[in-house]
Structures are given as C-alpha cells and as structure tokens.
C-alpha cells in the first residue's frame, strides 16, 4: 500500500500519546444478543462502494504514473438508481436501465495537462460491475451519469498548477475532521455470514453456480446460543428453467449453508436457516441481472457493510464512509485502516512500539 509507512507513524503516535486502556470488556460472542448483516457483492449498496473505490483506485494509480502525486478528488457520494425488467422462469428482458450517478470531485488538470475523468470513471465502473455481475449488460441495462465536478473555493485544489498545490503531497495531513472506529477478532455469527457468502464463489472469485445472482444477503440474529439466519439468494431467471429447478437447487444451498454453520458454531448452539422467505407468499426470487438494480432498489455509498465486510448492529461503529475517499488526505479513509490496523494487532498481541 502506497502510505503503509505513513499508516505505521500515525498507529505508532496514536499508540504512545492517544490510547487508554480500561477493563472489564465483554467478548461480543458472551453477549446475549448480537445481530450481524451482510449484503454481498451484487448488493446495490455494495456495487456503489465497489465502484467509488474501484475508480479512485484508477484514478489515483493515473496520477502517480503520470504526475508522481494523487491528486484530489472523492468520489464517496456515487449512487445507483433502479431500473426495470420483465422476467420470469427461463426468460427476461430489460425494459429500463439502472442509472449509476457518479457524484464528487475530481481534479481535471495538472499544470498544462488536461484529465479526462469522466472518460475513465466510465472504463472503470463498466468493468467493475461487469467483473461483479456476469449477467449485466452495461450497455443496455446501465446508463451512467457524472455530476463530478472541479469546483472549490481554492482556484487551485482541483487545478493544480504544480506540486506546491497538492499540499498533501508533500506534507500529509487531515483535511477534516472524523471518527473511526474497530474490532477484532470477529464474532463467531460474523465469520459465519462471510463464510456463507464464499459459498457460492470459486477461489479466483468468479461464480461457482451459473444461475445464482450476486444480490446475496444475510442477516443472522443470536439469542445466547440460538442462531436464527435469513438468506435472500436470488436465482438467475435465464438459467432457472422451472419452479421445480428452483426448489430443488434450494435445497442443496439450503444443506450447504448448514454444514458452514455447523463447522463454526459449538455443538450446543441451534441454528435455524430460512432461505428467500418470500417464497412463501408466491413472490420467487428470480433476477435477470443478479443484482436488485434492474428492479427499482437503489445503491449509495456507505449504507453497505462497514470495512470488516458486516453490519454488526450491536458493535460501536461509525458512520464513516471510506470508499472512494482520496487514499492521502482523507482522514475518514486513513483512520479506518488505521483502527483496523491496530485493533487486529493488538487483539494478537504483535503490537511493539519502541
């Protein structure tokens, strides 16, 4: 990571002068009650904050090749808008595309170089999705906008003229102010829901099943040492030939999920796992796409998962959003690697500051 060394000071300093210590901490799984939630990587939430990373990740990969410095921009505001399909089994067709609304700043120049932004957030985003949803045709079922803009009070913060204008490039510092906070290790019910998701993807990442979607979800719910799971797995309506395909290949997720739940939870602990629980009223889980947005859902950065891949309703968290922030000065980006740095480290006991 290009600031690790700057990460390791900030940890290092926060260590000597910022942190206390207090006792008396209870282990999240000897609680009575924990709620965990994990919306998968087709999720609408989720796509915005893949592609808000994904295209600071490029753009700020183009700046260093280009200008030996990041340049500014965020990129934490993008959105998703739902469109509309007809489908049912073995067939569908979109009838409107989803929108991706691209909202933020981004520097359009460096001294005499213009930066066609707008051009690479389109590159980047289509191959995102695309990579994520194998089944979305970001032709014909996504239009994207871009709101992103160059303005600011400072002539010169998205104009740099030279390097003297990118401040933080020279000197990193906090342009903000924010809160961060971590855990680790993870809970038992936390692992678990990450562990479910894996279990419909390869080792390289690539889907396992060809007719399940990627708008995957979990939420679990513990009372002491009774685990109740709801997953929502939605089936590609192309490749599910009948209710009866449907119903049978549910059962084998359904036996799948179990024997994940089993390998982690204790023996004494019993879990119950209900799969598309709509079903029940006739409502099928079928999309053309694998993801929500072809039926109205939308997506904004920082209503997803937090940065251990969950939602842990019962945990200290903030209401930081980090994907898409700019990677040098952006102190709701830095202070989350940082915490989750530490935390991890100090929960194994590698921690050593001199």
């Given at each position: 990571?290009v600031?690790y060394?700057?990460?390791k000071?900030?940890a290092?300093?926060?260590y000597?002068?910022?942190?206390q210590?207090?006792s008396?901490?209870?282990?999240i799984?000897?609680?009575?009650?924990?709620?965990?939630?994990?919306k998968?990587?087709?999720?609408?939430?989720?796509?915005a904050?893949g592609?808000?990373?994904?295209?600071?990740?490029a753009y700020s990969?183009?700046?260093l090749?280009?200008f030996?410095?990041?340049?500014h921009h965020?990129?934490?505001?993008?959105s998703l808008v739902?469109?509309?399909?007809d489908?049912d089994?073995?067939?569908?067709k979109?009838?409107?595309?989803?929108?991706?609304?691209?909202n933020?700043?981004m520097?359009d120049s460096f001294g005499?170089k213009?930066?066609?932004f707008?051009?690479?957030q389109v590159?980047?985003?289509?191959k995102y999705l695309?990579?994520?949803?194998?089944?979305?045709?970001v032709?014909?079922g996504l239009?994207?906008?871009?709101y992103?803009n160059?303005y600011s009070h400072n002539?010169?913060?998205?104009?740099p003229r030279?390097k003297?204008d990118?401040?933080d490039?020279?000197?990193?510092?906090?342009?903000?102010s924010?809160?961060?906070?971590?855990?680790?290790?993870?809970s038992?019910?936390e692992?678990?829901?990450?562990e479910?998701e894996k279990?419909?993807?390869?080792?390289?990442s690539s889907?396992?099943?060809?007719?399940?979607g990627q708008?995957i979800?979990?939420m679990?719910?513990?009372?002491k040492?009774?685990?109740d799971i709801?997953?929502?797995i939605p089936f590609?309506s192309t490749k599910?030939?009948?209710?009866?395909?449907?119903?049978?290949?549910?059962?084998?997720?359904?036996?799948?999920?179990m024997?994940i739940a089993?390998?982690?939870?204790?023996?004494?602990?019993?879990?119950n796992?209900?799969?598309n629980?709509a079903?029940n009223?006739?409502?099928v889980y079928?999309?053309?796409?694998?993801?929500?947005?072809e039926?109205?859902?939308e997506?904004?950065?920082?209503?997803?998962?937090k940065?251990?891949?969950?939602?842990?309703?019962?945990?200290?968290?903030?209401?930081?959003a980090?994907h898409?922030?700019?990677?040098?000065y952006?102190?709701?980006k830095i202070?989350t690697?940082?915490t989750d740095?530490?935390?991890?480290?100090?929960s194994?006991?590698q921690?050593?500051?001199?």
């Amino acid at each position: 990571m290009v600031l690790y060394g700057l990460y390791k000071h900030y940890a290092k300093e926060l260590y000597k002068n910022h942190i206390q210590f207090s006792s008396g901490f209870q282990k999240i799984d000897e609680k009575d009650f924990e709620v965990v939630e994990r919306k998968g990587i087709g999720h609408p939430d989720t796509l915005a904050d893949g592609v808000a990373e994904a295209i600071s990740i490029a753009y700020s990969e183009y700046c260093l090749k280009e200008f030996g410095v990041i340049l500014h921009h965020n990129l934490d505001k993008t959105s998703l808008v739902g469109g509309l399909v007809d489908i049912d089994f073995a067939k569908g067709k979109v009838l409107k595309p989803a929108k991706l609304i691209l909202n933020g700043r981004m520097s359009d120049s460096f001294g005499s170089k213009k930066i066609d932004f707008k051009k690479m957030q389109v590159q980047v985003a289509e191959k995102y999705l695309k990579s994520v949803l194998p089944y979305l045709d970001v032709k014909k079922g996504l239009e994207i906008i871009s709101y992103t803009n160059s303005y600011s009070h400072n002539p010169y913060w998205y104009h740099p003229r030279g390097k003297k204008d990118v401040p933080d490039s020279l000197n990193p510092h906090s342009n903000d102010s924010s809160a961060s906070v971590s855990y680790w290790p993870l809970s038992l019910v936390e692992k678990v829901v990450l562990e479910m998701e894996k279990l419909f993807y390869k080792n390289d990442s690539s889907p396992k099943f060809d007719f399940v979607g990627q708008d995957i979800k979990f939420m679990a719910v513990r009372k002491k040492h009774n685990v109740d799971i709801t997953a929502c797995i939605p089936f590609i309506s192309t490749k599910t030939p009948n209710p009866a395909f449907y119903k049978g290949e549910l059962k084998k997720i359904h036996n799948g999920l179990m024997n994940i739940a089993r390998s982690y939870f204790p023996k004494h602990y019993e879990v119950n796992i209900n799969i598309n629980t709509a079903d029940n009223s006739g409502d099928v889980y079928l999309l053309l796409t694998g993801s929500c947005i072809e039926a109205g859902e939308e997506g904004v950065v920082g209503r997803g998962n937090k940065s251990r891949g969950v939602i842990s309703s019962v945990r200290p968290h903030s209401m930081e959003a980090s994907h898409g922030k700019n990677p040098v000065y952006h102190v709701g980006k830095i202070f989350t690697v940082v915490t989750d740095s530490l935390s991890k480290s100090i929960s194994e006991q590698q921690l050593s500051i001199e």
